[in-house]
């Protein structure tokens, strides 16, 4: 059977997608969390910091944000992420597509950056609700937005955290 019509109005990106070529630093860390660990929310190091990150859950250093990788979906679930001991792509430094958390406000170009902490559904997602204990990270702004494939929107943060 031949494709008779295809969709010229693609999204221009998805969540944990790198927003440009620029330098960037990627480091890897083994993901702790039994539930796994979605692309593109932010993480923390994990039980042993030197080769572990977990997803945040309380108010703690940021470690970076995950990037996206081509891996088979979760049978079951349907879902493609990173797995528990799987080795997970972290971006320090550079731009990268995230989630806008749903329970923050509305983030726009030039807006500081929070990890999403209080609701935990959402965690590690971008928002500029300061929140109870959501975290600001110093060095993340926003620098696009748009939508992803499912019409969900992302902002496009860029960081640079220390080494």
């Known amino acids: 059977m ?4 295809y969709n010229t109005d693609q999204p221009v990106a998805f969540v944990g997608m790198k927003g440009d070529a620029i330098f960037d630093r990627v480091e890897t860390g ?9 692309f593109g ?32 979906k979760a049978l079951g679930t349907g879902l493609a992420l990173y797995s528990q001991n799987m080795a997970a792509d972290i971006s320090r430094q550079g731009k990268v597509w995230m989630y806008e958390a749903a329970a923050g406000g509305t983030l726009s170009v030039g807006d500081p950056v929070y990890a ?3 609701t935990a559904a959402q965690a590690g997602q971008a928002t500029d609700a300061a929140g109870a204990a959501n975290i600001l990270v110093p060095t993340a702004i926003v620098r696009d937005e748009s939508t992803d494939p ?3 929107k992302i902002v496009l943060v860029e960081i640079n955290l220390p080494s």
């Open 41 to 72: 929310v932010f993480v923390k190091p994990g039980t042993n910091p030197a080769t572990q990150v977990a997803i945040i859950t309380a108010a703690t250093a940021v470690q970076g944000i995950t990037l996206h990788r081509h891996v088979e």
């Open 30 to 38: 083994l993901v702790e969390d039994a539930a796994g660990i979605n």
């Open 116 to 118: 999403m902490i209080d």
């Open 2 to 5: 031949s494709q008779t019509s």
């Open 150 to 152: 499912d019409g969900v």
